[in-house]
């Protein structure tokens, strides 16, 4: 064989292993991708326990695969399985189903009534009245949103709770909200109370203790909810739930106000001052007492009931069910001679030991004023003795106590009456009347003096009305001559409107604001054209600002044709200046002829004259130092009045008889 032979073969046997080599490469490639090779080379080099975690971890991975696919087959398009409504199961069934699945378990229930229960009250309530319905298509939706919602993780841990854990969803009933609402006020009415401290009642001279009660109160959202529960539920009944409200005062906190009151009541006390002595019995004593509380320190809480701790009637069995802790705002209850009470007739006994006060007091004449100054009183101190006699009557003995005498003060004193600027007289009006007219005169009069005296502060609005009052008999009023409807007829307070026009006057000289004013309804000569002003209780008013800034005083004097008004202050130096204008829309009167048999025949006589109706403006400008302060006008407008004349009707008649001569 040739050298050239000899390479060809070894080429051709070198060709073939490295074909071989391929092929065997190839092979075990394909067998290291199988899950036995892979496995076998990954457990070469594991411990056993290893290689069993693996195996059990697929297993695992297995199973859950098949419960999803389970889960999905037993759910779709159905509710899922342990989905409840009540005591009514729902999983795996469709919509429809369940729906027919509710209204036949619960819809026979909403139609019978159920009884509200509270101790011995009981209700029953009419589904009909309450328009109670089952919301079916709303609890099944809700059922089929059980596992659906949220995000992917979720849903399969709700879907993988329910295998094991079932939701119960609440039967869902509807009703009228007006009418739920008044069956719970009808319970409240009849089951709530407002909790009631222990008091102490005084009866003649005993005194007894009625005891606290607790307060109720109704929950009314928990009521109602309770409602509309029980017309789905086979239980009928609804429980009444209540709070119970604590009291502030105990029995036992009343206990040594009770003592108290009854040492205050065991007999007759004696009140000394200097040498004398007065004695009270105790059927006075029996009404100066009273009772108010004082405040102590809160107790801790224990595990005693309510009854226990607060000492109440009303109290639940059960501490835990509604049980009553302390108030914090706890307090007791305190007997005490209330010198409120006891003023009176305390100041009555020892009068003639006391000097009443007396007022600062403003005394005009000729155009001044002066002022007369205010005295202290003296009396009895009765805040101070009442707390000696509660001390006294509680504590002592001997029942006795000692009356301290204190300083009353006036009600104006010398120093503000000076504060007040009244210093001079601002403006003064006098009016003059017939002195003839008695009860007229009387009334005038005692107006004037009701009035004389008054202050009006600064920029106070003063009421004529207001000040004086009604006008009655028990006020010292006379019936006189009044215009009422146009005509003079007898009144009770008749010619009041005297003073009316001349404080009106007063005012207009003034400068001061008039803010109302009313003209009579026909004109009367005998005042200023335009500026007289009527008054009538309930009806036309005068009234006037004080603007000067310091207080006004009104002053008044009187004869018996005459009454005058004046203004006492600090002057404001307005400057008035009034303009009348003219009679205008002059409207005559008419006659009213009234025949009088009494009254010889063609006879006329003028009971009323007649007065004609008009219409006037008058201007007032007031000004201080050349300015222009204010500018008002004051318009009058006046009804006609009609003349009243009586006509004699009577006709002398002429005697005319026979003379017979005698025999």
């Keep these: 064989m040739s050298e050239t032979d000899v390479h060809a073969e070894s080429a051709e046997i070198d060709g073939r292993v490295l074909l071989e080599q391929g092929r065997t490469a190839r092979a075990q490639r394909r067998e290291d991708k199988t899950l036995k090779s892979r496995l076998a080379r990954y457990f070469e080099d594991k411990p056993v326990w290893a290689r069993y975690a693996v195996v059990f971890t697929g297993l695992v991975t297995a199973l859950l695969f098949a419960a999803v696919a389970i889960d999905v087959a037993a759910s779709h398009g159905r509710i899922h399985p342990g989905v409840w409504v009540g005591d009514v199961r729902l999983g795996a069934m469709a919509p429809q189903r369940a729906a027919e699945q509710i209204d036949t378990s619960f819809g026979p229930r909403v139609t019978q009534p159920i009884t509200l229960i509270h101790e011995e009250y009981s209700w029953d309530v009419d589904p009909g009245r309450l328009g109670v319905v089952l919301e079916t298509e709303a609890m099944v939706e809700e059922a089929m949103s059980i596992g659906r919602t949220g995000s992917l993780a979720d849903r399969a841990r709700t879907r993988a709770r329910l295998w094991f854990a079932p939701e119960i969803l609440a039967v869902r009933v509807a009703a009228e909200a007006t009418a739920v609402a008044e069956i719970v006020e009808t319970v409240v009415g009849t089951v709530e109370r407002e909790p009631k401290d222990a008091s102490l009642v005084i009866e003649g001279t005993e005194v007894r203790l009625e005891s606290a009660v607790l307060g109720v109160s109704v929950r009314r959202e928990a009521l109602r909810d309770g409602i509309l529960a029980a017309f789905s539920a086979a239980d009928r009944d609804v429980e009444v739930q209540v709070e119970f409200t604590p009291v502030r005062v105990t029995d036992e906190d009343a206990r040594q106000a009770l003592a108290d009151a009854r040492a205050l009541l065991a007999g007759p006390a004696v009140v000394n001052h200097a040498t004398e002595s007065w004695e009270f019995s105790v059927e006075e004593i029996a009404g100066w007492i009273d009772f108010r509380t004082r405040p102590v320190t809160s107790q801790p809480a224990t595990s005693a009931t309510s009854a226990e701790v607060t000492g109440a ?77 509660t001390r006294a009557l509680t504590t002592g003995s001997d029942r006795v106590a000692d009356l301290q005498m204190s300083r009353i003060e006036p009600e104006l004193t010398t120093e503000e009456a000076q504060a007040m600027g009244i210093s001079e007289r601002i403006a003064t009006f006098t009016t003059t009347y017939a002195a003839s007219n008695r009860p007229r005169v009387n009334n005038i009069h005692t107006l004037a003096r009701a009035l004389d005296g008054t202050l009006v502060g600064p920029g106070e609005t003063f009421s004529l009305n207001e000040t004086i009052g009604p006008r009655t008999a028990a006020r010292g009023y006379q019936e006189a001559p009044a215009i009422i409807n146009g005509r003079l007829v007898p009144s009770l307070g008749g010619g009041i409107c005297q003073v009316a026009t001349t404080i009106f006057n007063t005012v207009f000289e003034s400068g001061l604001p008039v803010v109302e004013r009313r003209n009579h309804s026909f004109y009367i000569s005998s005042y200023p054209n335009g500026r007289d002003a009527a008054v009538a209780w309930g009806g036309p008013d005068f009234k006037f600002k004080n603007d000067t800034g310091h207080w006004v005083l009104i002053a008044t004097s009187f004869t018996n044709s005459s009454v005058t008004v004046s203004l006492y202050g600090t002057d404001p130096e307005y400057t008035v200046k009034a303009v009348p204008g003219p009679f205008t829309d002059v409207v005559p009167y008419t006659t009213e002829k009234i025949e009088d048999p009494n009254l010889p025949l063609g006879t006329n006589v003028v009971v009323d004259p007649g007065t004609n109706g008009r219409r006037i403006v008058v201007k007032r400008t007031v000004t201080r130092n050349g300015d222009v302060i204010r500018q008002d006008s004051f318009t009058s407008v006046y009804r006609p009045k009609q003349q009243l004349v009586r006509v004699g009707t009577k006709v002398e008649q002429s005697v005319v008889g026979t003379v017979t001569a005698p025999p």
């Design 313 to 389: 009637k009303g109290a639940p069995a059960d501490p835990g069910e509604g049980g009553v802790p302390l108030d914090s705002d706890r307090v007791v209850l305190e007997a005490f001679i209330s010198p409120e009470k006891a003023r009176e007739l305390v100041i009555e006994r020892v009068g003639k030991a006391a000097r009443a006060p007396k007022d600062a007091r403003f005394k005009t004449s000729g155009g001044t004023v002066t002022i007369v100054p205010s005295e202290y009183g003296a009396g009895p101190d009765v805040e101070a003795l009442a707390v000696e006699l």
